[in-house]
């Protein structure tokens, strides 16, 4: 089964782009976690398609609407389950996919997959509208984080070949990650900000798209999550990483450029830090060998440009096996970057937050 995640809670999405609605339960969820409406909004807001040209012109409101699992304030520990309906569709738009599957998106492999059954409305269950009910278990997950003394926050670490300035890895301070959330666009270098904003003007005219990269850190993470050799911290993150439409790339700290350091550079020596021990370079990314080090996790997730472009491409008829030219219609994102950080940071959190059930169970403090 593909829907459920998580080995010490379990996560389920469901929907589709163009159903009824779509949302998630996730069960196991610790009892008396304050539930902070005001931020959960917030970080739903955050993600929200159709509020300016540099997303998708499809306008949702993405208000969460809690079923269970939560009562006078407070988790009940109970199964919590969230709907999220589904407004602004226009299903015809996607009639000429049937046969003519977009290339780069799942058109083709939903297809196989699911016999031909798979609804193919606005991508259906492979639409990045299912990381909404993501947004919503991830911000779950980042109070219950935060009564642990832990936070996650991200930056556009690019836009095409824009680049912003990187996090310092050693010493990244909860209010700068607090400052990028509740930013337009969380970006750390004025300057690039502008930039990147040029760039997607640009791909949006010439009926084009443009990919980038999220940076995103944990910090206050404790020593000792984690379980080598199969359950490692690195490939839990990455594993809700990769269930993120369009992510095809998660590094790590230094990621791809360790491999090109020498082991006296790469190595990140330890310290004592009023009675902490921390080291003085982050470039394992705060874990070593699938444990959490106790340094901030360092992971960036590359993003690929929008499937959906406005220029007309080739693809295959699947009805005759020639190929044949596709206008595709729809309202698209001309950079899914742009609204990726919450939805990185609530993958990130989702993970973290299995990692430290798996430490330290349900037993309040
Ligand atoms: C928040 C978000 C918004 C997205 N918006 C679009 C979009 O408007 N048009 C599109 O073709 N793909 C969009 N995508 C990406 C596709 O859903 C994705 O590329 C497709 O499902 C194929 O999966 P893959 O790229 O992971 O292989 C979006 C993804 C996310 C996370
Ligand atoms: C609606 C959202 O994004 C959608 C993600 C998406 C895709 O193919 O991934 C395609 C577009 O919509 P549709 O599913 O109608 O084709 C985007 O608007 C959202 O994020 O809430």
Known sequence: MGSVWGNN??????????????????????????????????????RAPG????????????????????????????????????????????????DHPRPGHA????????????????????????TAPLVFAGAMCKLFLRSKGMAVGSHIASIGQIMDTPFDDVCIPAEQLETL???????????????MLDQIDQAREALDSLGGIIECAVIGVPAGLGSPMLCPAEGRIS???????????????????????????????????DGVVKTETNNNGGILGGITSGMPIVVRAAIKPTPSISREQMTLNLADGKVEPLVIKGR??????????????????VAMTDLYLEAYGYAQD
């Open 181 to 195: 959330r509740t930013q337009q666009y969380p970006i750390i270098n004025p300057r690039a900000q502008q930039a």
């Open 332 to 349: 698209h994102d001309p950079c899914i970057v742009t609204r990726a950080a919450p939805v990185v940071e609530a993958a990130v959190a």
């Open 239 to 273: 594993s809700l990483l990769f269930a993120v439409p369009a992510v095809k790339g998660v590094e790590f700290g230094a990621g791809f450029s360790i491999s090109a350091m020498h082991g006296s550079e790469a190595n990140d020596r330890m310290i004592l830090e």
């Open 107 to 130: 058109d083709y492999t939903g297809r196989i997959r699911f016999h031909g059954c798979n609804d193919p409305r606005g991508g259906g269950h492979f639409s990045g509208r299912l």
């Open 51 to 98: 509020k300016n040209r540099q997303s998708t012109a499809r306008r949702e409101k993405d208000l969460p609407k809690v079923l269970s699992g939560v009562f006078e304030g407070k988790t009940t520990g109970t199964p919590i389950s969230c709907v999220i309906e589904n407004t602004d569709t226009r299903s015809g738009d996607y009639r000429n996919l049937i």
């Open 9 to 46: 809670f379990k996560l389920t999405i469901f929907g589709e782009s163009h159903g009824g609605g779509i949302g998630c339960v996730l069960d196991g969820f610790p009892a008396g976690v304050a539930y902070d409406e005001e931020f959960i909004l917030s970080e739903m807001d955050r």
